[in-house]
Structures are given as C-alpha cells and as structure tokens.
Nanobody, 120 residues
Framework: VQLVESGGGSVQAGESLRLSCVMR????????MAWFRQAPGTGRDVVAA????????YYIDAVEGRFTISHDNAKNTLYLLMSSLKPEDTGMYYC???????????????WGQGTQVTVS
C-alpha cells in the first residue's frame, strides 16, 4: 500500500495549488482520509479531512473557505484545492488514510511521503 502525494510547489501569496494523493494498493481501513501539514519546527497538524463514502468534510478554521478537500473513487485519489494561499500555509503536506475521521494523526494507519508547499 502506498500513498503518493504531488502538486506542491512555490507560489506567491494569493495564488492557488492543487495537491493530489494517489492510493496504490488496497486499503481496507480507509473510511477517512486527511491532509496534514507540518511547518518547520512544528508538529504535524490536520488541515482537512473527509469521510470517503459520505463526503462529509472537516476543515480547521484557518483554511475554511479557502481549501477544499475531495476524493475521486474512480481514480482512487484524494485532492486538496488550496486557494488564496498565505505565507502561514507553508509546510510539508501529508495525506493519510484511516478508519476514523480524526484530527489526531495516530488514528491514521497509512501516510504518504509528503509534498512541500512554500508561499511567499
């Protein structure tokens, strides 16, 4: 099982990026998927999460209205559309899969390697 992120990059404040996370292999316990962010010198914190079957979503206040999490079952891919980016959005972004929609990383069983987003 592999989660492979892509789509990161360096952008100016106010611009947009779309992150993708492709799942390779069968993951039985992936009822929920999430994007976490780790800024330099800080821990890994949830940014957005989604229940795959229902489409119910969760966002932290700092990204509500700017970021959109979605999942394409046919492509087995998780997305994070990030608009109106701010310098404080800078960090390594990781996708994760697990049984429960949770803000805690320990509830997710599978992780990608991360993709860097830098906003200046």
């Amino acid at each position: 099982v592999q989660l492979v992120e892509s789509g990161g990059g360096s952008v100016q404040a106010g611009e947009s990026l779309r992150l993708s996370c492709v799942m390779r292999g069968r993951i039985d316990s992936r009822n929920a998927m999430a994007w976490f962010r780790q800024a330099p010198g800080t821990g890994r914190d949830v940014v957005a999460a989604i229940y795959v079957e229902t489409g119910n979503t969760y966002y932290i206040d700092a990204v509500e209205g700017r970021f959109t999490i979605s999942h394409d079952n046919a492509k087995n891919t998780l997305y994070l559309l990030m608009s109106s980016l701010k310098p404080e959005d800078t960090g390594m972004y990781y996708c994760a899969a697990g049984r429960l929609l949770s803000v805690h990383g320990y509830n997710y069983d599978f992780w990608g390697q991360g993709t860097q987003v830098t906003v200046s």
